[in-house]
Every structure is written in C-alpha cells, then in structure tokens.
C-alpha cells in the first residue's frame, strides 16, 4: 500500500498518527487531540485517523484508537455501540406513492423518537410491545449483574427505550439505490442505558487515576489497566451495552417492515436481500500486526477483508454500502459518516430554513427550525469522504433517501 494514500503526523512525544484526510478539511484543535491521544504510553503503534474527523470529547471522533492491556472509557464515549443497519427490499421506486408524506408518518408512528420534554419522553414507549419484551428478557440477566456491582446504573427504565430512535444526528429512512432498490435505514445506539454506563465508567476512570491525571495530556484520556478494581466491569458493561444497541437496531427495523406492510399500500414485498448491522462507536479485542490489542473505534466502522458496512451521509446527502479492504495501516477500519464542520450551535446560526429546504428538496422530511444543525452544511461532503478512503473500503451500493425521520 502507497504511503501517500494517508498523511501522517505526531507530536514530540507521541507515536505517529495516521490520518485519511486528503481532501478533506481537519480542524487544529482536532490535530491537537490527536497529538495528546497519541502519547499515552498505551498506544499501540499508531493512531489511525478517517476522513470524517472532528473534535470529540474525550478523543476525537473519526479515530481508531489501538491500547496495549488498557481501554480509555472516555475514547469509547457514551453512545455505546451506536451504528447502523440497513435493509435491502424486494420494493422499486415504481411501487411508492408519488406524495410519500403518509409512508413516512407511517415510519413515524412505528418508532418512537424525540426529546423528553416537560416531564414526557416522546421518545419511549408507553407500554413496549411484545417484541421490545421478549429482546428485554434476553438482555435483563447481563444487566441485572452488572447492577449488582453498580447500583447506580439501575435507575433507567431501559425497557422503554429498547426499539426506539432516540434524538440528535439518530434517523430512520427509505432509500433508493442506483437501480432503483428501496432499502431501509436507520441510526441508533444504546439510548440512555448506554449513556449511564459510558459516564459512570469514566468517572471511576478518572478517580482510579486521580494520583496519575497530572501526567496526562488530557485528564480525559484516564484509563483502567487490564488486572485494575473496574476492568473487567467496564469490558461487561460495554459489551451489554453493544449488545443492547444492536437489538436496538434490530427490533426497530423489524417494526419499521411490519408497518410498512400493514398500514400503508404497499404491494407485498420481501427484506433482508442485504442486511447491514454494524456498531461505529465501541471497543473489542482484535488481533493486529501479531498482536491481541483492545480496538477503541469512536465514530469509525471495521472494514475488515469483505465484511460489510454502512457510510452514512447527512440528510439530504448520499449514503454507501461498502466492503471492507481489511487495510491493515487503518486497523481494518473506514469512516463511519461524512463528520461535521460545525457545532451545532453555529449551524443553527449559519444555516437557514431556506438553504435547509433546499438542499433537502425532494426528500420527506423535516424542514424546520429543531433539525438546523443536521442539515447537510452542518456536514462535510461525503464523495470528499469516499474519495479520501479508497483504500479502506469499495462502495458496493450508493444510496438516496427519499423519506428521513429525525429524532
């Protein structure tokens, strides 16, 4: 593989940092966390950057993030396990309605989304489904063990949000592909339960650290050792949470096919033609350049050798199936979105509803003020993207969504 295909850098003290940004824009705050990333003595060999890079909290996200007998619970976020999947259908473009309005208060209905507000959580269910039980009932003995350990991670009603959206850059859609294919998509992770077990481990993180922060670049960057009081409980509480997130994924695309089948006119169809399910936020073993290492991948998706992932642009934007290249400099990884260019505070003040309308024009969506800072401005292009990885992945299916729900 050509060197030329990354840029690399690194800080004085730091391991290098391998970075697919040709073409691309990276913001020097961004370069700056990736320095500080790179010179924990945990690093193994280098950090890997994907064109989508930006300013995270804790580390950057767009970064694959390779330790030596040690996670950094804040590396790995509070998303826990958030991703993607996708659903090829036996559907054409000639088989829906000219005015998808109904289609998508359809998809609407079948899964809940949205903020809590005044005391109601839009985004739950009132009363979960038989589905949303029987997945619970799998997931429950794994939790109730961890709460053993950690009461405070009880609190949630974690049933209730088990098959729903969420809020944020989260979203279901019907896509077409370049022969005319409707498949369904969607974005989600671990809900609240993720975000409870993320933030209670990165605390424990920084106080197990607290005689060592000094010496860290960012007190962020705390971590546990393999053998340390909460490893072990951190690898079991973010595996459930991945765990949860993937059924998540799963339990509403299952209600998102009943739906469409039931309560709308579509003539019967066949799914699961192409079925994509893959995390772009979480840590796992892997074994890399001979060595068994934890995998840290915050907002990046395995591409290993022929195995399937999804690329997600922005509303409005194109979207990609792709097989993984299994580039090793990479840690078989690729980007896991377009990444954006601005926060979501400055979108909300740069981009207008007209600009929104416009470039979300002949998609069913939202077009008012509360989705600003999702609108495709807010994002990098996403062909600068592909382009910048062409050896990390090959683009198997280019999508175009016709109908998005946002949470």
């Given at each position: 593989m050509s060197a030329l295909s990354y840029q690399e850098f690194k800080s004085a003290k730091g391991v290098p940092v391998k970075a697919w940004i040709k073409g691309v824009p990276i913001e020097e705050e961004a370069r700056r966390q990736l320095e500080a990333l790179s010179e924990l003595p945990i690093i193994f060999r280098h950090v890997a950057v994907m064109p989508d890079v930006h300013v995270g909290i804790g580390a950057t996200i767009g970064s694959v993030v390779p330790t030596v007998k040690a996670?950094?619970?804040?590396?790995?976020?509070?998303?826990?396990?958030?991703?993607?999947?996708?659903?090829?259908?036996?559907?054409?473009?000639s088989d829906l309605p000219e005015n998808l309005e109904g289609i998508r208060n359809v998809m609407e209905i079948a899964v809940p989304h949205g903020r809590t507000t005044r005391g109601k959580d839009r985004g739950s269910w009132g009363t979960p489904p038989q589905r949303v039980e029987a997945g619970w009932a799998k997931l429950k003995p794994g939790f109730d063990a961890l709460v053993e350990k950690h009461p405070r991670l009880g609190q949630s009603n974690n049933l209730v949000h088990l098959g729903t959206l969420g809020t944020g850059n989260h979203f279901v859609e019907l896509c077409l592909d370049e022969a005319q294919a409707v498949w369904i998509m969607l974005h989600s992770g671990s809900r609240g339960v993720g975000n409870a077990i993320g933030r209670h481990f990165i605390e424990k993180a920084k106080k197990?650290?607290?005689n060592h922060l000094h010496n860290l670049p960012d007190k962020d960057l705390?971590?546990?050792e393999e053998g340390s009081a909460f490893f072990g409980d951190y690898v079991a509480g973010v595996t459930w949470a991945q765990a949860y997130a993937r059924m998540n994924r799963e339990i509403m695309m299952q209600n998102l096919l009943v739906?469409?089948?039931e309560k709308t006119n579509l003539p019967p169809f066949q799914a699961h033609i192409e079925a994509v399910n893959c995390h772009h936020n979480y840590v796992q073993k892997e074994r890399h350049f001979g060595?068994?290492?934890w995998v840290t991948r915050k907002g990046a998706v395995r591409a290993g050798k022929g195995e399937m992932g999804i690329i997600p642009g922005s509303m409005g934007a194109c979207s990609f199936i792709v097989r993984g290249l299994g580039n090793a400099e990479s840690f078989e990884s690729c980007s896991h979105g377009a990444g954006r260019v601005m926060s979501r505070?400055?979108?909300?003040?740069?981009?207008?509803?007209?600009?929104?309308?416009?470039?979300?024009?002949?998609?069913?969506?939202?077009?008012?003020?509360?989705?600003?800072?999702?609108?495709?401005?807010?994002?990098?292009?996403?062909?600068?993207?592909?382009?910048?990885?062409?050896d990390l992945v090959e683009i198997v299916y280019q999508l175009k969504q016709v109908v998005c729900v946002k949470g």
């Open positions: 996670i950094i619970p804040a590396a790995v976020g509070v998303d826990l396990g958030c991703g993607m999947m996708a659903v090829k259908t036996s559907l054409s473009a197990d650290m607290a705390a971590y546990f739906a469409l089948r060595e068994e290492i505070t400055k979108a909300k003040k740069l981009i207008s509803l007209e600009a929104h309308a416009k470039a979300t024009e002949g998609v069913s969506c939202r077009k008012d003020e509360g989705v600003l800072d999702e609108s495709p401005a807010a994002y990098k292009p996403i062909e600068a993207v592909m382009a910048a990885q062409k």
